[in-house]
Every structure is written in C-alpha cells, then in structure tokens.
C-alpha cells in the first residue's frame, strides 16, 4: 500500500511564498505521475499542477507564472513552490501519485491535505 504524506502548509500573507512537500512510502516500482490539487471551501477540488516521469509539467491558469512543480531524484516525492501567493489560492492541498507497485499492481494515491491560508 503506497501512502503519501505532505508538509510545508500554513498561514502566509499575500506576496509571501510556501513550499509543499509530499513523501511517498510503500511498494512503489514506479511513478507516472504526480500532481497537487486544491480544494477551496464550497467549491470542488481542482488540480494545480502536475509533473511526469519524464519531467514534463502543466500548470492549472490561476498559478501559471507564480508556482513550480518539482521531484526529487528518486522521483517519488513532489514539491510545489508556491510564489506570489494571493488570498485566492486559500485552500487545502492534496498530493497525487499515480504509479505501479512491485506486483505490477496500478495504484493511485492521496495525501492526507495540507492547509495553505493566504491573509491580505
């Protein structure tokens, strides 16, 4: 069982900046994918952005410019820096992996959510 845990969330004024960490640990033989969501009271979660194996990353129109995706060597824990944040980016974040096990299982993962609180 692939279980994710996150780091770096809290409270930040606007034009600060916060980094996310999500750890990976389990039987994890490969990751195509990771990515962070977002979820904001009242509305539903949202991807923010996302990095594959290869490296190639996407970013959601809200935080093109003032977030970057990245992973580590080892390719199972994703970071994101969040730049330039603005009250609107309040919201508890999720990591997302998406991979094989060792048993060529597929798995898809959720970290438990980090809160990023962004004041004016």
């Known amino acids: 069982q692939v279980q994710l845990v996150e780091s770096g969330g809290g409270l930040v004024q606007a034009g600060g900046s916060l980094r996310l960490s999500c750890a990976a640990s389990?039987?994890?033989?490969?990751?195509?994918?990771m990515a962070w969501y977002r979820q904001a009271p009242g509305k539903q979660r949202e991807l923010v952005a996302s990095?594959?194996?290869?490296?190639?990353?996407n970013y959601a129109d809200p935080v093109k410019g003032r977030f970057t995706i990245s992973k580590d060597n080892a390719k199972t824990t994703v970071y994101l820096l969040m730049d330039s944040l603005k009250p609107e980016d309040t919201a508890i974040y999720y990591c997302?992996?998406?991979?094989?096990?060792?048993?060529?299982?597929?798995?898809?993962?959720w970290g438990q959510g980090t809160q990023v609180t962004v004041s004016s």
């Open positions: 997302y992996h998406h991979g094989y096990s060792y048993n060529n299982r597929e798995f898809v993962a």
């Open positions: 389990g039987s994890i033989k490969g990751i195509a994918v």
């Open positions: 990095i594959t194996n290869g490296g190639s990353t």
